[in-house]
């Protein structure tokens, strides 16, 4: 009722308390509307509403494809609605859709690892059915005639494959003569001449057919299991510094909060993990995670109590839980709970808060999630929001944006800040659970080189050695395989020579944009 929703979204504040159901508008950037809770119920209520239609849609086709035929649905929407829409399919008991699909354009997604995560998270969000690409980048966007190298056109096609696509369809055919993307580059011009760019796919096709035998039946076998929690990542909200605040009051999540999210977790883990050649696998909170596999939870502040008992459930197993700062302090309408972090997940993690870690005010610093770095309203760094952190031997710098201390209580502390105002405290504990550990940040690493430091200390048995390609590990009925992948324009050196499945030659080096698939052995 009207005083239970008040409540939940402690509408108390700014005087936001309705009378009447129909006193709720939706959300805009007004100051009146900006409430958490508010904007993530709005969230969801529009995710579920695209899932819906969807479904809807595929229903109605569902029922008028003649039994025994091979016809298959497919959706195409972004991926925050299609992890919705299985979600709602599964709550059903329904498969309406066959495929979830990605239209993969790697140039609009230029950062490292932005288009490689992508990927694998569409793979995770699909699972076990894999995922479609109904458009492939074919050319750049960035010329008048869309020419691109073909290397680079091949690296796209194979770390689609290589990341659980079944399907490449490269957007598209032959250039249109007028219309808004007239002057998107094609396979043939509209003279219909077999130029460059239909002879490199021609032979790429022929590539593909060649490993079409090992990628049929093939599985992505990761190493690093994160865990992709919708609502968390919606719900994102880890700062509150004047800029960053006001964007994500903003109600469209995908723009504002989601997109924060993304570039947290690629910085402190898709990226910094990727250089050890490991291979990262998306998981969601309905999934049986592997307990052998590290379960790594950057955005975890909203936990159900169903939750906290599959979290305990996982270590006991054997499972190696890490969890970043504030996990377990909202409750599902996003508000706080009594308990300040680790929440209700201080049984878990045997710690407490004993105090935020204290900074400097100097000019007006906001929190820059895309470089993990603290700014000033005129644009200097300011680094008095970083902090050293010992770990054994081993010893990286943090950021203390959202710095706890730690008051441990069960687990043992195995991080600690050095110098500073908490000199000495504890800012990283570990919990012995059944056969597994639960592993608790008061920090994040300040940058990519110092999550690597992070990691060798945590995870010595994954992260020897440093790899100067990405890796994407396969499980297939003749055997394992490994794709490398050298999304760089350096030529990168290999480690010992490989035999490549696609060529049949055996290399020394991944050149510009190379891409070989290979057996997998002790050395990869």
Request: glycine share 8%; proline share 7%.
């Amino acid at each position: 009722d009207v005083d239970q929703l008040n409540r939940a979204w402690n509408m108390i504040f700014w005087n936001q308390e309705i009378e009447r159901f129909d006193q709720l508008p939706a959300p805009t950037p007004m100051m009146c509307t900006r409430n958490p809770s508010y904007l993530l119920d709005y969230n969801r209520f529009c995710l579920e509403g695209f899932a819906d239609f969807i479904l809807m849609q595929a229903e109605a086709i569902r029922k008028r494809i003649p039994a025994g035929s091979t016809q298959w649905i497919m959706s195409s929407c972004e991926d925050q609605i299609t992890a919705t829409l299985h979600r709602l399919e599964a709550e059903r008991g329904t498969k309406w859709v066959d495929y979830g699909s990605v239209n993969n354009y790697p140039e609009l997604l230029p950062g490292p690892g932005e288009n490689a995560m992508r990927l694998d998270r569409h793979r995770g969000i699909n699972a076990p059915r894999p995922f479609l690409v109904p458009e492939l980048q074919v050319g750049t966007g960035y010329t008048t005639t869309g020419a691109i190298c073909p290397e680079a056109r091949r690296l796209w096609a194979f770390e689609s494959l290589a990341r659980g696509g079944r399907m490449l369809c490269w957007f598209h055919w032959r250039r249109f003569r007028g219309g808004c993307e007239w002057r998107h580059p094609s396979i043939i011009e509209r003279d219909r001449k077999k130029r460059l760019i239909f002879q490199s796919l021609h032979q790429l096709i022929g590539e593909i057919r060649n490993v079409t035998p090992i990628l049929l039946e093939a599985k992505v076998s990761a190493d690093i299991q994160v865990l992709y929690s919708l609502d968390n990542a919606i719900a994102h909200d880890r700062a509150s510094e004047p800029q960053f605040w006001m964007e994500i009051q903003l109600p469209e999540a995908c723009t504002h909060r989601f997109s924060l999210w993304e570039k947290e977790l690629r910085r402190a883990v898709y990226n910094p993990l990727s250089r050890f050649g490991l291979t990262l696998d998306f998981v969601n909170e309905t999934q049986d995670w592997a307990p052998q596999k590290p379960l790594i939870a950057t955005d975890l502040d909203m936990v159900s109590e169903a939750m906290v008992k599959t979290l305990h459930q996982y270590c006991n197993a054997g499972g190696t839980l890490i969890c970043f700062p504030g996990a377990g302090e909202r409750d599902l309408h996003g508000c706080h709970r009594e308990a300040p972090p680790p929440g209700n997940l201080g049984d878990l993690f045997g710690v407490e808060l004993q105090e935020y870690y204290p900074i400097n005010e100097r000019g007006g610093p906001i929190f820059d999630s895309a470089t993990g770095n603290m700014t000033r309203a005129d644009g200097e760094l300011e680094r008095e929001t970083t902090a050293k952190i010992a770990v054994g031997d081993e010893e990286f710098e943090a950021d203390v944006c959202h710095g706890e201390v730690l008051d441990v209580r069960g687990a043992t502390v195995i991080g600690r800040f050095k110098g500073g105002p908490c000199d000495g405290k504890p800012a990283i504990a570990s919990r012995p659970l059944g056969q597994g550990f639960a592993i608790y940040l008061g920090i994040t690493p300040k940058d990519a080189n110092e999550a690597c430091r992070l990691y060798r200390a945590l995870l010595p048995s994954l992260t020897g050695s440093f790899s100067n390609h990405r890796s994407v590990k396969l499980d297939t009925p003749s055997g394992p395989y490994q794709f490398l992948l050298n999304d760089s324009q350096q030529t990168a050196p290999l480690p010992s020579p490989v035999n490549d499945a696609i060529t049949g030659q055996t290399l020394n080096e991944l050149p510009a944009y190379g891409v070989a698939l290979v057996r997998r052995g002790p050395d990869l």
